[in-house]
């Protein structure tokens, strides 16, 4: 029963409930506890006791049994695990060893915050890198290591869609085990040197503290169990310091003074002058400490610099926020946000879609709402196929479709299988580059007739066009780009006898035409790209918002100038794709904003066809720029 034992209510127990618990449970074990429950205050049962139980009541076996048999296995393994080392070893401290599998794959500073996130005092040790590409590093807290055991999985790589695995094992630690009365002077000595008023604490040159000295202790910072029993009782009673001076002390490696970054979170100022730290590798090991001012004089690292622009550009690679550096003023580099905290609202304005000219937006929608009448629907086979081949260019046009093309959504599952399947074997693989690419030319369908079959052949589909957006990207005379993208089912999913009132099993779409003019009204396709994708779930919620608020704000109408990639463009019409004046009435618009303002014609004609000779514009950048116009413009000086 102890084996399968759950609290109260049942299910596993969270990860931060068992890492803020440390020594919680401890208190079935104290005798004050205990007493009231010994075996003289039970009732006689009539029979003697159940063997293996002592007649022990039923809490005790519960807790204390089980907390007894857990603590005395641990304790067996850790003695096993001391009495198997020699020299070093015997003296060591047993602690709990974390390795992630092929760790090395993964960003340490992203895998640390998600750990963090879940699981309370979180603060590793020594990480390090084995020869099979596993990260390691140690725990102390055995509560934190058990948290550490339960999100094993939980936390998922949304680059390469791996569940992150922690194995935990008991193991030596790294360093000598420290006597009471070392530890107990150290203490001494770290309370000694804090400010509480400025809240800082001053380790300058700690070996040389005369209460070492006095008591023929030799305390150098530059050892290992010694700075960790510095930073564990920074941790115990320090935690909020804003400045630390480490001057003076020979630190070189700096892999224990890194367990600053978990314990000291916000130091602002920081002395580590005239120590012997030689190389940015140790610096870095630093890195996460919100640092603006820093003390690095006096180390063989600023000796081995060039330049002080090289200094500089050392220490704002680690620490960015640096605005103080040896004594002297320096501007702290611009620091971008992390992505992962940027919140939706936060991002620019979104818009519905971008149309260009006027015109285009009802002949582009008058020709999306009539392809994806043709292309869905169950009798897809049949009407893409009959109706979906006067759409393509007869000759020149072509087909693309890629669906593996995101590592993100590798891991995700395709909604329908089947569907899946016929989409991957016309795929355009852009993550497998390597493989498909002598099948290139295979994967391009061209002339209307192939492209119009290969669509018949693809599976039935859905598409919700009030998640459509449309942005249009290119406009010429003789061309015009555009791209939609929205959700859609297919596949068995799609069919009608799916129960209208099921929620949508969606994936998303992006789609780029590329159409030319055709007679009256119409156009016809020259390029379909067609790239699909199954959805995350927080992806779908994020474009669920981001149609939001483009339901809220107005389209954009006209470009700027300096960034626009369309062509100068008015309108659209229905022999074309632009309405541009012929000569003769550019002649006559130029000779009447010339009367109107006084400039020369042809300044008049230049400043119309910046405007796309749209002569309303033109009279009012006029009146706007009037004030830088060249003299030499005019006829007459105004």
């Known amino acids: ?141 055995s509560d934190t290591a058990d948290a550490i055991r339960t999100i094993s999985r939980r936390i998922v790589h949304r680059g390469s869609g791996d569940r992150i695995v922690f194995n935990v094992e008991r193991a030596t630690a790294p360093w000598q085990k420290l006597k009471r009365n070392e530890i107990d002077a150290i203490n001494k000595v770290v309370d000694s040197r804090y400010n509480p008023e400025i809240h800082a604490l001053d380790l300058k040159e700690f070996a040389m503290d005369k209460y070492f000295l006095d008591q023929d202790m030799h305390m150098m910072l530059n050892k290992n169990n010694v700075m960790l029993t510095v930073i564990d009782r920074i941790d115990e009673k320090y935690g909020a310091i804003a400045a630390l001076n480490l001057s003076g002390n020979r630190l070189k490696i700096l892999d224990y003074a890194a367990h600053l970054t978990s314990v000291a979170k916000f130091v602002k100022v920081l002395d580590i002058s005239h120590n012997q730290i030689d190389s940015v590798e140790q610096l870095r090991k630093l890195h996460g400490l919100p640092i603006s001012t820093l003390f690095l004089e006096g180390n063989p690292i600023c000796e081995s610099v060039n330049s002080a622009t090289q200094y500089l550009s050392i220490v704002h690679d680690v620490f960015p926020k640096c605005s103080a550096l040896d004594g002297n003023p320096v501007q702290p580099v611009a620091t971008l946000p992390d992505l992962d905290e940027i919140e939706l609202h ?63 959504v590798g891991y995700v599952r395709y909604k329908d299988q089947t569907s899946h399947d016929i989409y991957i074997r016309q795929s355009h693989n852009i993550l497998r580059e390597d493989v498909w690419a ?126 626009s990639t369309t062509s100068r463009t008015n309108e659209v019409t229905a022999t074309g794709f632009t309405n541009e004046p012929s000569l003769e009435m550019k002649r006559e618009m130029a000779l009447q904003l010339s009367r109107e303002t006084g400039m020369l014609p042809v300044w008049s004609e230049k400043c119309l066809s910046d405007q796309d000779w749209n002569m309303d514009r033109a009279r009012q950048v006029f009146q706007e720029k009037r004030g830088m116009i060249p003299p030499e413009a005019f006829a007459v000086q105004l």
């Not at 039970?42 to 049994?65: A, K, M, Q, S, Y």
């Not at 285009?360 to 979906?388: H, K, P, Q």
């Not at 929205?486 to 998303?508: Q, R, S, W, Y």
Request: charged share 25%; glycine share 8%.
């Open 1 to 141: 029963m102890s084996r399968n034992y759950r609290p109260q209510g049942g299910g596993r127990m969270d990860a931060k409930q068992i890492s803020r618990n440390r020594g919680n449970r401890y208190v079935a074990l104290d005798p004050d506890i205990r007493s009231n429950y010994d075996d003289d205050d039970e009732p006689p049962t009539g029979g003697p006791p159940r063997r293996g139980h002592g007649g022990r009541n039923f809490l005790d076996r519960i807790t204390g049994g089980v907390l007894n048999r857990r603590f005395d296995r641990n304790e067996h393994r850790d003695r096993q695990l001391v009495d198997s080392g020699s020299g070093f070893a015997k003296n060591a401290e047993v602690i709990n060893k974390i390795r992630v599998k092929e760790g090395k794959k993964y960003d340490q500073t992203w895998l640390f915050k998600q750990i963090s996130h879940q699981i309370e005092d979180f603060k590793p040790l020594l990480p390090t890198y084995n020869g099979r590409g596993d990260l390691e590093f140690f725990i102390k807290s």
């Open 438 to 563: 002598r099948y290139r030319s295979q994967r391009t369908v061209r002339g209307a007739t192939a492209i119009a079959f290969a669509l018949s052949k693809l599976p039935i589909t859905k598409h919700y066009q009030e998640s459509f957006m449309v942005d249009v990207s290119l406009v010429t005379t003789q061309l015009m780009a555009f791209t939609v993208q929205g959700l859609f089912e297919d596949g068995t999913i799609a069919k009608p006898e799916v129960n209208p009132e099921d929620v949508p099993t969606l994936n998303f779409f992006s789609r780029t035409f590329v159409v030319a003019p055709r007679g009256e009204g119409a156009m016809v396709i020259v390029s379909d790209m067609l790239y699909i994708s199954a959805i995350l779930p927080a992806r779908l919620a994020r474009y669920k918002i981001m149609l939001n608020k483009a339901a809220t704000n107005p389209p954009c109408e006209q470009p700027l100038a300096s960034t």
């Open 346 to 408: 936060k991002e620019p304005i979104l818009r519905p879609g971008y149309y260009g000219p006027r015109g285009a937006r009802e002949m582009i929608e008058r020709f999306v709402m009539e392809y994806f009448e043709s292309y869905d629907g169950e009798g897809g086979a049949v009407t893409r196929m009959r109706n979906l081949v006067a759409a393509y260019e007869e000759q020149k046009s072509q087909f693309t479709l890629a669906i593996m093309s995101l590592k993100d």
